[in-house]
C-alpha cells in the first residue's frame, strides 16, 4: 500500500510564501499524476494544480498567478509553491497521487497539511 504524505504547511504571514511537499513511501516509478488540491471548512475539496510524469501542468482558475508547481526527477513527488499569500488561503492542502501502468497503480490521497496565514 502506497502512503502519500505532505509536509510544509504551517503558519504563515500574508504577502509571503510557502512551499508543500508532497511524496509517495515507494521507490517504484509509475506513470503518474499528482494533484494539489485546497479544502476550507464547509467548502469542497478544490483541484488546484496537476502534473504529470512527463512534466505537463495544469492550473485551474483558483489562485492562478500565485502557484508554481514541480516534481522530483527520481520519485513520485511534487512541490507546490504559493506566493503572495491571503488570509483566504487559509485551508488544508491535500495532495493525490494517481499511479497508472504499474503494480502500484491505483489512487492515493494524503491526509493534508494545514496553512494558516495571518493577515
Known amino acids: 500500500q502506497v502512503q502519500v504524505v505532505e509536509s510544509g504547511g504551517g503558519l504563515a504571514q500574508a504577502g509571503g510564501s510557502l512551499r508543500l511537499s508532497c511524496a509517495a513511501s515507494?521507490?517504484?516509478?509509475?506513470?503518474?499524476?499528482i494533484g494539489w488540491y485546497r479544502q476550507r471548512p464547509g467548502e469542497e475539496r478544490e483541484l488546484l494544480a496537476d502534473?504529470?510524469?512527463?512534466?505537463?501542468?495544469f492550473y485551474s482558475h483558483i489562485m492562478k498567478g500565485r502557484l508554481h508547481i514541480s516534481k522530483d526527477s527520481y520519485r513520485m513527488a511534487s512541490t507546490l509553491e504559493i506566493d503572495n499569500l491571503e488570509a483566504d488561503d487559509t485551508a488544508v492542502y491535500v495532495c493525490n497521487l494517481r499511479a497508472r501502468y504499474c503494480e502500484l497503480q491505483g489512487n492515493y490521497w494524503g491526509q493534508g497539511t494545514q496553512v494558516t496565514v495571518s493577515s
Open positions: 502534473i504529470t510524469d512527463v512534466g505537463s501542468t
Open positions: 515507494t521507490a517504484e516509478r509509475c506513470m503518474f499524476t
